[in-house]
């Protein structure tokens, strides 16, 4: 069965750092999404990503963040420079977009843990 | 503003019997509705959907029920299997399908 693939599961890095967390998403699928959970929290909207193009970002999407999809199958989230709140699980997603492909199928997560 | 709600944070029930899971809505405009289901430390999995034409969909323990008028859904799920502990969250994708709004999920915990 296809599946969202994220890369790495698990990611430490200090204060300060860039960080780049990439995720593969089903093949043929056309919207891609970034959400994040910090622990014990609800889950947040970051970004969705659409023909080359960021199609909506959330108020926590600023500018240390930006989204990229490479070569046609990688589609990556970058993180500037990591601050201690970043520290969360980064969860990627991707939505086919044909009639009856509603459903956003998510990847298992990287959790980020910045010191 | 949280457009979609979940107001229990926790469930306990027993193995075999059912589980209800309630979820609420402010956005007349939604037509679509997802449940995912989440392990600790996994991405959410999506379990089952209903849209806003129909009342009920299901498929196989699990049901959803939709009341528009009240703009409330439910999940029903039985009979409940320890298996099903997780936590499940209701969702429910914009109108241009840019972003899915996520209640804040109900933690079910099924007693063997």
């Known amino acids: 069965e296809p599946e969202v693939t994220q890369t790495p599961s698990h990611q430490v890095t200090q204060m300060g750092q860039e960080v780049i967390l990439r995720c593969v998403p089903i093949?043929?699928?056309?919207?891609f999404y970034w959400y994040r959970q910090i622990l014990g929290q609800k889950v947040e909207f970051l970004v969705s990503?659409?023909?080359?193009?960021?199609?909506?970002k959330s108020e926590i999407f600023d500018d240390q963040f930006s989204v990229e999809r490479p070569d046609g199958s990688n589609f990556t989230l970058k993180i500037r420079s990591t601050k201690l709140e970043d520290s969360a699980m980064y969860f990627c997603?991707?939505?086919?977009?044909?009639?009856?492909?509603?459903?956003?199928?998510f990847g298992q997560g990287t959790r980020l843990t910045v010191v | 503003d949280q457009q979609v709600k979940q107001n229990s944070p926790s469930l306990s029930v027993q193995e075999g019997r059912i589980s209800i899971l309630n979820c609420d809505y402010t956005n007349s405009m939604f037509d679509y509705f997802l449940w995912y289901k989440k392990y600790p430390a996994e991405g959410p999995t999506f379990l089952i959907s209903i849209s806003s034409i129909k009342d009920k969909n299901e498929d196989g323990r699990f049901t959803v029920f939709l009341n528009k008028s009240a703009k409330h859904l439910s999940l029903h799920i039985v009979p409940s299997q320890p298996g099903d502990s997780a936590v499940y969250f209701c969702?429910?994708?914009?109108?241009?399908?840019?972003?899915?709004?996520f209640g804040t999920g109900t933690s079910l915990t099924v007693i063997p």
């Open positions: 969702a429910a994708p914009s109108n241009t399908g840019n972003q899915f709004y």
């Open positions: 990503f659409y023909n080359n193009e960021i199609s909506e």
């Open positions: 093949s043929n699928h056309l919207y």
């Open positions: 997603a991707s939505r086919g977009g044909w009639v009856g492909g509603s459903e956003a199928f």
